[in-house]
């Protein structure tokens, strides 16, 4: 048997039912704490219970207030279990623990049904007072829902009336703030423009400048060239011809020389082995010869003397010309380094004045930015204190419509949201128009850079050139000086020999004079 049954049928054995609940909501709080309660109980029940041998559906449990079904099931379980004293002695005090437990829950729940009635009462008058302040808060709100209605009327006139005036405040001052902005830019603009147009014809005069520095460098090498050219041509002709006569004065030389000692050798042996008679004549002879020659020698070394003064004068002329050649090379080296170095001091202060106004332009970017983000953010500001103002205002006087509100709070976000997309489209225009710009005076200062590599390449290959045009003088003076020494070699070899041929008509001239006798006796006997 369970507890609820146990506990219903106590109540019935004593006489006792449970008071209808004048209310629902009691009835129900009634019947959870009832339900609570029980579940104590049983709780309580379960752990008091002696767990028995039998199982529990063997052990019956006798209903607490009818003695004859506890006696029945007694005697039959008795009538069973003759054999067995001591389950009957457990039995029975399980049922008198039993029938003290159900007495035990019997006055608890007594208790607890008087504590609910007691509570039930007390809701009863809590409901009912309910009821009366309901009833007067009702007449409250209908006096005051005729009054706001009164005075919403009244507010949605003067809301009205204040929504044109500030849609036209805002609309005079959006339209004055977008002729600011506009006249603002479009002066910002004209000023930039005509920055630019300055800038680009002050680069492109210099560039004119530059070019025109650059053809005339030009023209000037190819003329300097030109004239070096020909003065190389001139100098090459002139040594081939000093080489050519010297060649061939050296040949005549040496042809000389040799038909002069052929002419000896067969004089001095015709002297030997002539006769006595024809002795002297031939000696004549071979004196006029020998003068003649004599004369022909010193032809020879005028000559030769005319020829070296000639080379000499030459050498000097040339050596004049190269000394003029390379103070002109000097200048022009000088002049090539002073127009390398002004091009240098043009292009780096073009460069700084590009750096210098591209950082103001990056300045008044900036502030320009700057100010304008002031102004937005003031702007942005100003519109969020009106929406919050009137947020604010509509939550205390609740009398404008929730769609109303949010309709109107809607259309200020967006011309909110509308005016800042216009200003970041002309902060990207603006942004847009000075990158164009900053790329082309990128590409200028390129331009730039380039004629700049372009300039110093030409003056590197103008300075090499002179430098092989200087080597190669330079071999050449080598060269004239390795000939004009090897024609002092040869004039000292024709001035020996000469005195070798002196010494040797001297010594003829000596044997001839000391042969007188010998010459007249052979005449004699003949």
């Known amino acids: 048997m369970s507890t ?218 190819q003329q300097r060239e030109s004239q070096l050219r020909r003065e190389q041509q001139k100098l090459e002709r002139r040594r081939l011809e000093v080489d050519q006569h010297a060649r061939q004065q050296h ?86 380094a002073e127009a390398e170095r002004q091009h240098e001091e043009q292009t780096q202060q073009r460069s700084q004045a590009l750096s210098r106004r591209g950082e103001q332009l990056d300045a008044r970017e900036a502030a320009q930015r700057q100010a304008s983000e002031r102004v937005a953010q003031v702007h942005q500001e100003t519109l969020e204190l009106r929406v919050a103002v009137e947020e604010l205002w509509a939550k205390l006087t609740g009398v404008i419509p929730q769609p109303k509100l949010v309709a109107e709070l809607e259309q200020i976000r967006g011309r909110m949201a509308d005016h800042f997309r216009l200003e970041q489209t002309a902060l990207r225009e603006e942004r847009a128009r000075l990158e164009a710009a900053e790329a082309r005076l990128e590409s200028q200062h390129g331009k730039l850079q380039a004629e700049k590599q372009e300039l110093v390449r030409w003056v590197a290959q103008r300075s090499d050139e002179i430098e092989r045009q200087a080597a190669r003088l330079a071999t050449r003076e080598q060269e004239l000086g390795r000939l004009s020494r090897q024609l002092d070699e040869q004039s000292s070899d024709w001035d020996e020999e000469r005195r070798t041929y002196q010494r040797e008509i001297r010594n003829l001239l000596a044997e001839l004079r000391q042969r007188p006798a010998a010459v007249e006796m052979p005449l004699a006997e003949a």
């Open 4 to 221: 609820s049954d146990s506990s219903s049928t106590h109540r019935q054995a004593h006489g006792e039912t449970s008071p209808q609940a004048p209310a629902d909501g009691s009835q129900g709080t009634r019947r959870s704490y009832l339900r609570d309660e029980t579940e104590e109980l049983e709780q309580r029940i379960d752990a008091a219970h002696v767990p028995s041998r039998a199982p529990a559906s063997d052990a019956p449990q006798p209903d607490v207030a009818d003695s004859s079904l506890v006696s029945g099931p007694a005697t039959s379980s008795a009538a069973n279990s003759t054999t067995d004293p001591e389950r009957i002695r457990r039995t029975l005090s399980e049922i008198q623990r039993v029938r003290l437990q159900s007495g035990q829950i019997a006055g608890h729940l007594d208790e607890v049904r008087e504590e609910l009635d007691r509570r039930e009462a007390q809701l009863n008058a809590r409901v009912a007072e309910s009821d009366e302040h309901l009833r007067q808060a009702r007449l409250w709100l209908q006096e005051r829902d005729a009054q706001l209605n009164d005075r919403a009327e009244a507010l949605a006139r003067a809301e009205r009336e204040l929504a044109d005036r500030r849609e036209a405040m805002e609309q005079a001052f959006n339209e004055a703030q977008a002729r600011y902005h506009e006249d603002r830019r479009t002066a910002e603009l004209d000023r930039r423009e005509a920055m630019l147009a300055q800038r680009e014809a002050r680069l492109a005069e210099q560039e004119r400048a530059t070019e025109a520095a650059i053809r005339d460098l030009g023209r000037d090498r």
């Open 251 to 336: 040949r005549a030389l040496a042809r000389r020389r040799q038909v002069q000692e052929e002419e000896f050798e067969r004089t001095r042996a015709k002297l030997r082995l002539a006769s006595q008679y024809t002795f002297e004549q031939e000696n004549r002879q071979k004196l006029a010869e020998l003068e003649d020659r004599q004369r022909l020698i010193d032809d020879a070394e005028a000559l030769l003397a005319e020829g070296q003064q000639e080379l000499n004068q030459q050498i000097r002329h040339w050596q004049a010309r190269q000394l003029r050649e390379e103070n002109d090379l000097r200048s022009g080296r000088q002049q090539l």
